[in-house]
C-alpha cells in the first residue's frame, strides 16, 4: 500500500490523501486550497493523479478545503461514486454551488481587465454545471456500516462532530494476506460542540492521518466563552442595541442560533429579533434542521421545544436584498447575522456602513479573521475603517469572541488519538 498526500500536509487546506493497493486506487478528500494567490494555484489536479484509474472517491465533510476540487475529478475522467454521508451530500452541494458562482464573478472581473491588457482569458476551475454531475455522484454511507468501496478495501465512518454529517474515515485493506487498517481523521470536533454528537473515536488503526488546525494548544473553553456571550447580549439588550454578528454560514450561523435559542429558553434573555440576512446561511439552516437524526441530545430537545413552541419565531430569514435593506430601520433590540464572516464582502458591509459609526452599535465577531480583512482590522481596534470606498468612524462596540471554534485543540485531538491502538500490538 502507498499512500500520497495531495494537499493538507504543511498547512490547513486542500486535504487530499491518495491510498494506492495492490488492487484499488481510493482518494480520500479532494479539498480546494485556500488563503491567497499563492495557495490557490495549487487548485489544480495533481500530477501522479489520473481522475480516470481512481476506484473510489470518499468525503470525509462538506467544507470547501475538503471537496472544493472534487469537480475537477470528473473533468478528468473519474467515473466512479463519491461515498459520503447524507448531510454531507446536501451541506457540500450548497458549498460547491457557491463556490461555483464566487469562481465566476471572480472570472469575470479578471477578464474585464485581462481584455483591456490585451491577454487571453482565463476560466473557472469548474461551473454550476459541473458541480451538479459532481453531486449526481455521491452515493450515501451511514455511520457505523461496513461497506466495501474497491476490491480488497472496506471502509467505515464514525462521527467526527466537526460540523453535521461530518466523519472520520477508517479503511481496511486486504493486502499479500494480511490486512492493514488505516485511519483518516478528517476535521476533528472539540467536544460539546453545539447541535451535532462529539466525535466517535476508531479503535483500532495501523496508520493514522490526523489532522489538526489547532494541535499546538488547546482552545478557549466554551463555557467561558457563552459566559461572554450572555454578557454582551444582556447588556445589548439592556442599551436597546442592535447587534451585528458576521456570520460564517455553515456550522456557526447554526451554533449561535441555538446558543441564542438557549438563552432564550432558560429565561436568561427576553426574546428579541434575530434577523438571518445571508441566503447560504439560510438554506444551511435549513439543511441543518432536515437531519435531527444527527443531532445531539440537547439540540434534539430543543427542536422538541421548538415544535411545541406556539409564538412567532424570533429567527427571520430576509432572503432578498430588498428584505436586507428594510432591516436599516429595525430598532434595537435586535441582532443581524449577515455574510461574509470575514466581512470581506456581502451584506455585513451595508449594515456595517449604516451601523458603526454609532455608538449604539455592538459588533460581535465569532470567528477567526485573517489579515487584511475588514474583520481583523475591526478586531486589531482601528478607529476608523473604509467600507465601499468611504471612511467610517468605528464608534460601536466591537467584541471578540475565541471559543466557538468547531475544531478540537491539542487536549481533545489527543483524547481521540489515544483510544486507538495497533492492529496487532507491537510487542507482538
Ligand atoms: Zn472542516
Known amino acids: 500500500m502507498r499512500i500520497t498526500l495531495h494537499g493538507a500536509a504543511g498547512e490547513v487546506t486542500g486535504s487530499a490523501y491518495l491510498v494506492e493497493t495492490e488492487q484499488a486506487r481510493i482518494l480520500v478528500d479532494f479539498g480546494m486550497f485556500q488563503g491567497g494567490a499563492r495557495l490557490e494555484a495549487r487548485n489544480v489536479r495533481p500530477a501522479g493523479l489520473s481522475p480516470k484509474r481512481l476506484d473510489a472517491v470518499l468525503v470525509t465533510h462538506a467544507h470547501l478545503d475538503h471537496v472544493g476540487r472534487l469537480p475537477l475529478l470528473l473533468k478528468g475522467g473519474y467515473p466512479g461514486a463519491i461515498h459520503a454521508t447524507d ?53 450515501e454511507v451511514e455511520f457505523g456500516r461496513v461497506f466495501s468501496p474497491a476490491r480488497g478495501v472496506t471502509a467505515r465512518y464514525a462521527i467526527a462532530g466537526h460540523m453535521l454529517g461530518s466523519a472520520s474515515i477508517q479503511l481496511s485493506v486486504q493486502e499479500g494476506g494480511k490486512t492493514k487498517t488505516v485511519v483518516f481523521s478528517g476535521d476533528l470536533g472539540p467536544a460539546h460542540l453545539a447541535i451535532v454528537r462529539d466525535a466517535v473515536p476508531f479503535e483500532h488503526a495501523d496508520l493514522v492521518f490526523l489532522e489538526s488546525t489547532y494541535g499546538d494548544r488547546d482552545n478557549k473553553p466554551l463555557p467561558e466563552t457563552l459566559a461572554e456571550f450572555r454578557a454582551i447580549i444582556q447588556e445589548a439588550v439592556r442599551r436597546r442595541s442592535r447587534i451585528l454578528v458576521p456570520a460564517f454560514a455553515v456550522g456557526r450561523t447554526q451554533q449561535l442560533l441555538y446558543h441564542l435559542d438557549e438563552l432564550f429558553c432558560a429565561g436568561k434573555v427576553k426574546r428579541f429579533p434575530v434577523f438571518l440576512d445571508s441566503p447560504m446561511a439560510i438554506e444551511a439552516t435549513r439543511i441543518y434542521r432536515r437531519h435531527p437524526d444527527l443531532f445531539d441530545a440537547e439540540a434534539r430537545a430543543m427542536e422538541r421545544a421548538r415544535a411545541a413552541d406556539r409564538r412567532p419565531r424570533h429567527v427571520q430569514p430576509t432572503p432578498t436584498a430588498e428584505d436586507s435593506m428594510k432591516l436599516n430601520d429595525v430598532p434595537g433590540p435586535c441582532l443581524i447575522m449577515a455574510g461574509s464572516g470575514m466581512c470581506n464582502a456581502g451584506r455585513i458591509l451595508h449594515h456595517l456602513k449604516h451601523g458603526l459609526w454609532q455608538s449604539d452599535t455592538v459588533v460581535m465577531i465569532v470567528g477567526y479573521q485573517s489579515e487584511g480583512t475588514l474583520g ?32 478540537a485543540g491539542q487536549t481533545a485531538l489527543l483524547a481521540w488519538f489515544g483510544h486507538l491502538a495497533p492492529s496487532r500490538p507491537r510487542w507482538c
Not at 463556490?99 to 476560466?123: I, L
Not at 468612524?393 to 475544531?407: E, M, R, Y
Open 376 to 407: 481583523r482590522r475591526l478586531v486589531d481596534g482601528d478607529k476608523s475603517v473604509r467600507i465601499f470606498g468611504e471612511r467610517v468612524a468605528v464608534k460601536a462596540g466591537i467584541h471578540t469572541l475565541n471559543g466557538f471554534s468547531a475544531h
Open 87 to 139: 448531510a454531507t451530500r446536501d451541506l457540500a452541494g450548497l458549498i460547491l454551488r457557491d463556490s461555483a458562482k464566487v469562481q465566476s464573478y471572480d472570472v469575470a472581473r479578471q477578464n474585464r481587465k485581462r481584455e483591456r491588457a490585451g491577454k487571453p482569458p482565463v476560466k473557472p476551475l469548474y461551473d454550476a454545471g459541473e458541480v451538479e454531475e459532481t453531486l449526481e455522484r455521491f452515493r
